[in-house]
C-alpha cells in the first residue's frame, strides 16, 4: 500500500515542475542525440521560437501522461490492497 501512495506523490511533486524538467529533457535529449544547439537557452529561443515551444511542449505533455499513469497506477494499487487484504496482516 506504501507503494501505492509512494507512485501518487511522484505524480502529484511532478505536476508543478512539468515545464522546468520538460525544458530540462529537451536540452538532454538535444545533446545526446547530437542535434546542433545554441550555447544558452535564449540563444535557441530566437532561432526558432515556435519550435522550441512545440518540441517542448512534447515533452510536457508526455510528462503529464506519465503523472497521470503514477497517479492511477497508485490509486489503483492502494484500493485493491484495500480490497484484498488477507485476514492475517492484521488491523
Known sequence: MSLGFVFMAIGLVWLP????I??????????MLGRKMAASESDSIEADPE?????VRGFEMLGVFFC????VGGLVIV??????RPPW???
Do not use: H, M, N, P
Open 79 to 84: 484500493v485493491l490492497t484495500l480490497i484484498f
Open 51 to 55: 519550435l522550441y515551444e512545440e518540441r
Open 22 to 31: 520538460a525544458r530540462r529533457q529537451y536540452f538532454i535529449s538535444s545533446e
Open 17 to 20: 515542475f512539468r515545464k522546468w
Open 68 to 71: 497521470a499513469v503514477l497517479f
Open 89 to 91: 496482516a492484521g488491523a
